[in-house]
């Protein structure tokens, strides 16, 4: 098995093709991306010193729409990472309902060694590289790893002078509110992590309140899940970031949490903490799992010493399938990534509908609207699954797979 991102994605469209019973030219076409555009632009650094990025955008398939999806600033972003999270893209915007193709795109950076001045100059430099191939009705790009409301008002700005100064929200997503992006954008990823949690609960007839919770990665997924999955009742008692673990069996405060944070920087060294390792949180003491770091954490090694009865995946691709087939083997219910993790690309395209008629929702009202669409589509894929005694993963992506190929009949191309 390749546990590779693109590996992994393909294992899974192979795998869900056949139960979906996809004709096999549809097959062939959604193996490879429609559209690959690899860029290289200079930038020059404060020093003066121009170096070379190198950027991408993949467009997987737009039989549904048009295209849909982030922006990663990673040192070790690879054209192949970039077609994987594309595929899980146009399979994540089918099963939520959303009219929209996958895509994704990507800068190798280290946005962390970058002072403010030099990300914006490397965020202009690559809308103007892939100007032609973004915008509305063609591809709305948005915020992920690395990047944020901060990088996305410069990349639409950048979008706007290319074309001429022509005010358009709906060209960029994950934008500052006050250029024209979304209300409870921040949250979304978070939100929809922590309903799956919720939504499992109210299936399975387990109680929320006092549900140990682990939550590997700290970051703009985890934290949100976890202050969201607090204010259920739930009770978080394993943390993670980039350093190292904590964990405390009685749960933590997580308003004291956050404020050490964002004091320090690290969740290391926390008052009243169990040191650990991220490895070893995969495996700590816990009822619900949520990877929400990177991909293809929870291997087979992890899956047989997992002690949670539930697996939530905030990240993209963390499990990877020899691992899932053990977790199913031993009863543990995996939510999977294109179903849990699906919030960020849903209030995406409130934040696309919002901009194109120029009206705009509270928080409150974007979080309602996203609720009512997730538990409709969690309903929809946990009976599937039992129904059709296939695993969750593989009845949300039957679901999202025979709604493009509907969309790619229509249009005749197969």
Same mark, same amino acid.
């Given at each position: ?237 394993? *943390?993670?970031? +980039?350093?190292?673990?904590?964990? =405390?069996?009685? &749960?933590?405060? %997580? #308003?004291? $949490? ?73 009863? *543990?219910?995996? +939510?999977?990534?294109?179903?849990? =993790?699906?919030? &960020?690309?849903? %209030? #995406?395209? $409130? ?64």
């Amino acid at each position: 098995m390749n546990n590779t991102a693109l590996g992994i994605a393909l294992a899974q469209l192979e795998e869900a093709a056949n139960i979906a019973g996809l004709q096999p030219e549809t097959l062939a076409m959604l193996c490879e991306p429609q559209r690959v555009l690899i860029v290289n632009f200079p930038v020059k650094l404060d020093s003066g010193k121009t170096i070379f990025f190198t950027g991408y955008r993949v467009h997987h398939n737009h039989a549904l729409g048009q295209i849909q999806g982030g922006t990663r600033f990673s040192p070790d972003e690879t054209l192949d990472d970039i077609k994987a999270l594309a595929m899980w893209m146009t399979v994540k915007n089918s099963l939520n309902g959303i009219p929209a193709g996958g895509g994704k795109g990507g800068v190798r950076c280290d946005p962390g060694v970058l002072s403010e001045a030099e990300l914006e100059r490397v965020c202009r430099a690559y809308i103007r590289s892939i100007a032609p191939l973004i915008g509305p009705g063609v591809d709305f790009p948005g915020a992920d790893i690395g990047t944020g409301a901060d990088t996305q008002s410069w990349m639409l700005d950048e979008w706007e002078q290319v074309h001429g100064m022509r005010h358009e929200p709906s060209a960029v997503s994950g934008k500052a509110v006050a250029l024209g992006g979304s209300q409870g954008r921040a949250a979304a990823t978070g939100l929809g992590v922590s309903l799956a949690v919720r939504e499992t609960c109210k299936a399975t007839g387990w109680d929320i309140k006092g549900l140990r919770v682990a939550v590997q990665g700290y970051g703009k997924v985890g934290s949100w899940a976890a202050r969201i999955l607090d204010s259920f009742g739930a009770k978080i008692v394993a *943390v993670s970031d +980039v350093h190292g673990a904590i964990y =405390n069996e009685n &749960g933590f405060n %997580i #308003a004291k $949490l956050n404020s050490y944070m964002e004091k320090y920087n690290t969740l290391i060294d926390f008052p009243g903490a169990q040191a650990m390792t991220n490895l070893e949180l995969l495996t700590c003491p816990c009822d619900v799992l949520i990877p929400a770091a990177v991909q293809g954490v929870v291997t087979v090694e992890m899956a047989c010493n997992i002690k949670a009865k539930l697996v939530v995946e905030g990240a993209n691709g963390p499990t990877t399938p020899d691992a899932e087939k053990i977790l199913t083997e031993r009863g *543990v219910k995996v +939510v999977p990534d294109i179903l849990a =993790n699906g919030g &960020g690309t849903v %209030i #995406a395209y $409130l934040e696309r509908v919002q901009g194109t008629y120029g009206y705009y929702w509270v928080e409150k009202e974007v979080h309602r609207k996203y609720d009512e669409m997730f538990t409709e589509t969690f309903n929809i894929v946990y009976r599937t699954a039992e129904v059709e005694k296939i695993s969750m993963r593989m009845a949300a992506w039957v679901r999202a797979l025979r709604r493009v190929e509907e969309a790619i009949k229509a249009r005749g191309w197969v």
